[in-house]
């Protein structure tokens, strides 16, 4: 079986549903999804054994900030957006609350521009 073509994108979204919609949509829209990651654990698991171009982080998985997720990916040198169902980005450290987020209800068409947008400026 050969991979499809496509910007990697690691998805992190702990509510089965949402994860399980996003994941369809992403690759109907030509991305190749690395997981969903229920959880932090998973999501650096999942970091360490794949590599992504870009993610898409829910705020809080399972009660818990994906803080860690994020300073890997900074770390590593690839953007990532946040989905959250609060006003803001407050719940998150103060060195992540700039980063570029999208409120849910996800608006798909949203999601895609930002990421799309996400991956230009990375590469320039």
């Known amino acids: 079986m050969t991979e499809q073509p496509g910007p990697r994108v690691l998805l992190a979204e702990d509510y089965f549903v949402l994860a399980r919609s996003l994941h369809h949509l992403l690759e109907s829209r030509g991305f190749r999804v690395v997981g969903p990651a229920p959880s932090i654990a ?3 698991e999942l970091l360490d054994e794949q590599p992504v171009d870009a993610a898409i982080l829910d705020v809080d998985l399972q009660g818990e900030s994906a803080a860690p997720i994020a300073a890997r990916l900074r770390d590593l040198g690839r953007p990532f957006l ?3 169902g609060f006003g803001d980005l407050s719940p998150l450290p ?3 609350r700039d980063a570029p987020f999208v409120h849910k209800p996800v608006d798909i ?3 895609v521009e930002r990421i799309e947008a996400l991956l230009a400026s990375d590469q320039s």
């Open 42 to 44: 998973a999501g650096l």
């Open 82 to 84: 946040f989905i959250t």
């Open 94 to 96: 103060l060195d992540l």
């Open 109 to 111: 068409a949203v999601l």
